[in-house]
C-alpha cells in the first residue's frame, strides 16, 4: 500500500473570539501527519478541543495559526467552495449517532452521498451502493429501515455510507459511544479493516482508551496540542 502523505498540521492552532472580544484558545499547536493505510487514534476527555480539530481536518472549519496541508497542498485559506469539493470528495464522517435519514431504507442512505457524484459514479450508484452494503455485512438488509435495525447495524450502514465515495480520509467522532461493549468493539475492528481495505486513513476521535488503543498510532489531546501515546500510557 502507497505510504502516501495526505495530511500534515504543523503548528496548528485554533482561538474563538468570546462575546467580551476576548480570544479563549482552543487549540494551540497540533502537530500531525497522517499518511493513506493510518489508524490514528486521538483520546483527550470533554473540553479539550476534540470537536474543533475534528472540524479542522475535515476542513468544516479554519486554523487561526498554523499550517494545514492536505495531500501536500496548503488548505489553510481555502475558499468555502473548494473545501466543500475536498470533503465530498475525499473525507468520509462517521459520528456517534449514525445520523441516518429518517424514512429512508439502508440503501437509500448509502446512496445519497453519491446524488452528488458525477459519471459512473452517479448513474451506478444504486449498485455501489448494494456492493458497500455487503461489504459491511449487510447485503441482504438493504431494504430495511434504520429505525427496525440493532445500533450496531445502524453503524454500519454509516462506515458504508462514509466509504461509498472511497474517501481518502475517514474521521470517525465517537463511533462506539452509542453502543455496548461488545458491538463497539466488533465495530471498530470492522472499520479499521473496511478502511484500509480502501486504502483511506482512519482518525476517530474519542475519549474512551479502549477504542483509542485499537489504533495503530495513538495520541492524548490535551493543553492544546496532541502528545505521542505508548500501549502502557493509555491506561
Same mark, same amino acid.
Given at each position: ?28 499547536? /497540533? ?62 464522517? /462517521? ?14 442512505? /448509502?446512496?445519497?452521498?453519491?446524488? +452528488? ?47 461509498v465515495r472511497t474517501p481518502s480520509v475517514v474521521l ?7 453502543l455496548d461493549v461488545e458491538t463497539g468493539a466488533m ?8 478502511? +484500509? ?39
Open positions: 500500500m502507497s505510504s502516501e502523505e495526505l495530511l500534515r498540521l504543523t503548528g496548528v492552532a485554533r482561538t474563538v473570539e468570546l462575546p467580551d472580544g476576548e480570544g479563549l484558545p482552543i487549540l494551540t499547536s /497540533v502537530d500531525l501527519q497522517v499518511r493513506r493505510g493510518d489508524h490514528v487514534g486521538i483520546v483527550g476527555r470533554s473540553g479539550t478541543g476534540k470537536s474543533t480539530l475534528l472540524n479542522l481536518l475535515g476542513l468544516l472549519d479554519r486554523p487561526t495559526g498554523g499550517t494545514l496541508e492536505w495531500a501536500g497542498r496548503n488548505v489553510t485559506d481555502i475558499s468555502g467552495r473548494q473545501a466543500a469539493r475536498i470533503r465530498g470528495r475525499d473525507v468520509g464522517f /462517521v459520528f456517534q449517532q449514525f445520523n441516518l435519514l429518517p424514512g429512508r431504507t439502508a440503501l437509500e442512505n /448509502v446512496m445519497a452521498p453519491l446524488l +452528488y457524484a458525477s459519471g459512473r459514479e452517479f448513474w451506478q450508484r444504486r449498485r455501489i451502493a448494494a456492493t458497500m452494503l455487503d461489504k459491511v455485512g449487510l447485503g441482504d438488509r438493504l431494504d430495511a429501515m434504520p429505525q427496525f435495525l440493532s445500533g450496531g447495524e445502524q453503524q454500519r450502514i454509516a462506515i458504508a455510507r462514509a466509504l470517525a467522532d465517537e463511533p462506539t459511544g452509542a465495530v471498530m475492528k470492522l472499520l479499521d479493516q473496511a478502511t +484500509y481495505d480502501s486504502g483511506a486513513a482512519l482518525i476517530t476521535i474519542t475519549h474512551d482508551q479502549n477504542v483509542a488503543a485499537l489504533a495503530r498510532r495513538r495520541f492524548r489531546l490535551a493543553e492544546g496540542r496532541l502528545h505521542p501515546l505508548t500501549e502502557g500510557a493509555m491506561a
